[in-house]
């Protein structure tokens, strides 16, 4: 499929914090019915990028288009409806709302009815047991995975086209990301499209179907995710191997 039916594409995308230039100019495409992984390290852009599609930072210059429609200028909220949806790094839950209060908020900016609600709530407690054995538990009081499996559900009440995951196995243990990597296969096989950044360059990979790596701010390579996971360059600076 060509660039120019992607689902969401960026086309010199800039964005800057004061004089410093945090993302210089990247392309970048995601096709509908792709998982899409961003890897890098720490510092390189990838939480930038996301945040800059979502235009809670926008771009200094460049292009977001989104269906083939421009997003820049477009406000935060806008981007949600738009079917654009951001689990953030850190997952941001309400602590002191129950498990189905998070949940019912996630849906609040489409003005969702009582039947939607119960069905999206029932989706989500389906794709995660745990939340509705917790249903009525105040957010704050989850361990760290099922709170990652909170802000998950959250945005798939917004009905995402794409949804973009920033950092979801950040301080997790091994068998809690199989587990919301599994999800995430999951959400995408239903027909979500998905825009995976994350530090876990094999898990990114591995879910993945294409990847790019970003480092300062710029694109340095592209790829299937196959690929990449063979390639050299990734599997030293990344994998940790030699």
Do not use: C, W
Request: charge should be negative; charged fraction near 25%; hydrophobic fraction near 40%.
């Amino acid at each position: 499929m060509p660039p120019d039916n992607a689902l969401l594409e960026l086309e010199d995308m800039r964005v800057h914090y004061g004089a410093i230039e945090a993302v210089k100019g990247i392309h970048l495409r995601v096709e509908e019915g792709e998982i899409v992984a961003l890897i890098g390290g720490n510092g390189a852009g990838k939480t930038t990028t996301l945040r800059a599609i979502s235009m809670v930072h926008p771009p200094a210059g460049g292009s977001v288009r989104f269906e083939g429609n421009e997003l820049r200028g477009v406000p935060s909220h806008g981007v949600v409806e738009r079917g654009i949806v951001q689990v953030p790094e850190g997952r941001r839950i309400f602590p002191s709302m129950s498990v189905r209060e998070n949940l019912e908020m996630g849906a609040f900016q489409r003005r969702a009815s009582r039947k939607e609600l119960h069905d999206d709530t029932r989706h989500v407690f389906e794709l995660f047991p745990v939340l509705e054995e917790r249903r009525k538990q105040a957010g704050g009081t989850l361990s760290g995975g099922e709170q990652q499996m909170l802000a998950i559900g959250r945005a798939l009440m917004a009905r995402p086209k794409v949804l973009m995951l920033d950092e979801p196995s950040m301080g997790l243990a091994p068998q809690v990301v199989e587990r919301v990597f599994g999800v995430i296969r999951n959400i995408n096989s239903e027909g979500t499209t998905v825009l995976l950044v994350e530090q876990n360059a094999h898990m990114a990979l591995q879910t993945a179907h294409r990847g790019y790596v970003i480092e300062t701010g710029e694109i340095v390579l592209e790829d299937d995710a196959k690929t990449l996971l063979g390639n050299d360059q990734v599997r030293k600076a990344y994998l940790g191997e030699e």
